[in-house]
């Protein structure tokens, strides 16, 4: 679970990166409509997969309910934009600060009273399925019948009430998760990231080298749950629908983290290859048995669960590490530079 | 005054005395050594002064002010670093990552913490090995890790839990060697809790002996080895 902190990247790594980019960046000009969409998807699992790894890569404390915080992005900024016309660039700050709160309820209750490990992956369930049976009676946002953001055939881009065409959506999702890959840089290398890798790896040990593991494992929840309610926002605006039975289950929160665990928990790549892999192929089948006729329901779940299967048995760091040794990109740590 | 006084204090397990009234002082600059045959209450006195929970009776003083009931990182940001008996070191890693860690508790800076873990690293002899994950270091190189890391927040007291413990005898001197230069050159007070008397003797300038959660001695571990109730409980065949 070592994060591959590229603190002086080499020569290749900084080419592959800047070809990465190039190609994120050009790539809408290139592609299909399908194909579009298919990668403005698989942006939106890389951010969401991004924001989870800070909680569960970096400091070491097992979310599988972060749908609930998609879900406060989403039905905040859409309520506030279908009742009272508010941007959701506007709306965003609540949306940010409501799912943050959230977070740092559910966080207080947990670190206060000691509950951890698999304890505190059910207390995160048990919140995002309160949210679903909730927001099923919340008539206010449509209840169990769904809320519904206005549609019509765009024409242009509205980038400030994201209103418009894929494309506009594509660089929305981009911006987010570079940006989100920027800060996990950042925060990696910083004193923040050197506690939360701490408290990961032995909390105990932490706590005796002075650390005060309630506040910092409390801001690894509110930035989490905060960063994830951003893409709450693309999702209601991007999807136009909302469903309790859909945004709140708990299919949704393992879908979310399904990319970081193949990619890589904790590292900083790991989360954005995994979404392109998971994505990406399990639309190729997809499309390749559909040309065949053959869609079988479910067929989705089943790739997913042999994907995991093939990780977790045979490249249990994920797929990130080792691909990055092999691309001469992870310095092996023998001969890390003189200091 | 003491920088560490221990008065009176005891700690009962459901109906288990583990410890009961005992007190002693640790003056500033000494190295100060607590002994005792198993299930004496020597970790059990450890982790009430390291802050893992709080005596039933007495008070713990450092510094001049109480740390008694105090959490374990409220402890160490006054001053007491600790080792842990079973060592635990953050496997994923490295050895200069771990001691950056530590250093990190009283700098802001990574680049300032790193500096600060190179030299607890050469005191300790790891530098060599610092780009080493822990996970795979040896059982020697990973209780000087410990030590490293303890050190990394630096601490007025450093809290050895059985740390020459699983190192062989020319292991155990060069651990003595390092302790005893840390605390000739920094004036580093240490007080270890061990079983190897060879470590004991060479190091400690004081020594409290403890046998079924009492303090039963305390003196110079010349003077000490020497006293029959000692030589009864703990040393008994080892010593005739």
């Known amino acids: 679970m070592k994060a591959l902190a590229l603190e002086v990247p080499s020569r290749r790594a900084l080419i592959l990166l800047a070809l990465a980019f190039v190609a994120v960046l050009v790539a809408p000009f290139f592609v299909n409509d399908y194909l579009l969409t298919i990668l403005i998807v698989i942006f939106y699992f890389a951010y969401t997969a991004q924001a989870w790894n800070i909680m569960m890569g970096f400091a070491g404390q097992l979310s599988l309910g972060h749908a609930l915080y998609v879900g406060l992005g989403a039905y905040t900024t859409a309520a506030l934009y279908v009742h009272f016309g508010v941007a959701p660039w506007v709306g965003l700050p609540l949306a940010i600060a409501i799912s943050a709160l959230t977070g740092a309820f559910i966080g207080f209750l947990a670190f206060r009273f000691s509950i951890a490990g698999v304890y505190f992956a059910i207390l995160t369930i048990a919140f995002a399925e309160f949210a679903r049976i909730g927001f099923d009676h919340f008539n206010w946002v449509g209840g169990s019948a769904g809320f519904f953001l206005p549609v019509a055939n765009y024409t242009s881009n509205d980038l400030w009430t994201l209103r418009g065409r894929p494309i506009m959506f594509y660089y929305v999702m981009l911006v987010f998760t570079l940006a989100a890959l920027v800060l996990c840089h950042l925060l990696l290398k910083s004193r923040i990231g050197y506690f939360w890798q701490a408290i990961r790896e032995d909390e105990e040990a932490a706590r005796a080298l002075g650390i005060d593991t309630f506040r910092y494992k409390m801001i690894a929840v509110v930035l989490s749950a905060g960063m994830t309610s951003i893409a709450g926002v693309f999702f209601a605006f991007y999807y136009n629908n909302l469903f309790p039975e859909q945004v709140f289950h708990i299919s949704r929160s393992i879908e979310l983290i399904l990319a970081p665990i193949i990619g890589g928990i904790g590292t900083l790549f790991g989360p954005i290859i995994g979404a392109f892999l998971l994505t990406g192929l399990a639309e190729s089948i997809f499309e390749l048995m559909s040309a065949f006729g053959w869609t079988p329901p479910g067929a989705k779940q089943v790739f997913y669960g042999l994907c995991l299967l093939v990780v977790v048995l045979l490249l249990p760091e994920g797929v990130w590490p080792p691909l990055a040794r092999k691309l001469g990109l992870d310095k092996p740590s023998s001969d890390k530079p003189e200091a | ?240």
């Open chain 2, 1 to 240: 005054m003491a920088l560490l006084e221990v008065s009176g204090v005891s700690k009962n397990f459901s109906g288990l005395r583990a410890v009961q009234e005992v007190s002693f002082a640790v003056p500033e600059g000494v190295i100060f050594a607590v002994i005792g045959p198993n299930g004496a209450g020597k970790t059990t006195l450890f982790n009430m002064i390291a802050g893992v929970f709080p005596p039933n009776e007495g008070t713990i003083t450092f510094a001049g002010e109480r740390i008694d009931g105090h959490a374990p990182d409220e402890v160490c940001r006054r001053g007491i670093g600790r080792t842990f008996q079973l060592v635990r070191p953050f496997p994923a890693l490295t050895v200069e990552e771990n001691v950056i860690v530590g250093a990190l508790l009283h700098r802001q800076h990574v680049e300032a913490a790193r500096q600060r873990a190179h030299e607890v690293l050469r005191q300790l002899d790891l530098f060599d090995k610092r780009a080493q994950r822990a996970s795979a270091l040896t059982l020697p190189d990973r209780k000087r890790l410990e030590v490293a890391r303890a050190l990394a927040t630096d601490p007025k007291l450093l809290l050895l839990d059985e740390v020459m413990a699983g190192l062989r005898p020319t292991e155990t001197d060069r651990m003595v060697d390092i302790f005893r230069t840390l605390n000739r050159e920094t004036g580093l007070t240490i007080l270890l809790i061990e079983h190897v008397m060879r470590a004991v003797m060479a190091l400690a300038s004081r020594v409290l002996v403890l046998h079924h959660g009492a303090a039963i001695a305390e003196g110079k571990p010349e003077a000490v080895v020497r006293e029959p109730a000692v030589v009864q409980s703990y040393l008994g065949a080892e010593a005739i």
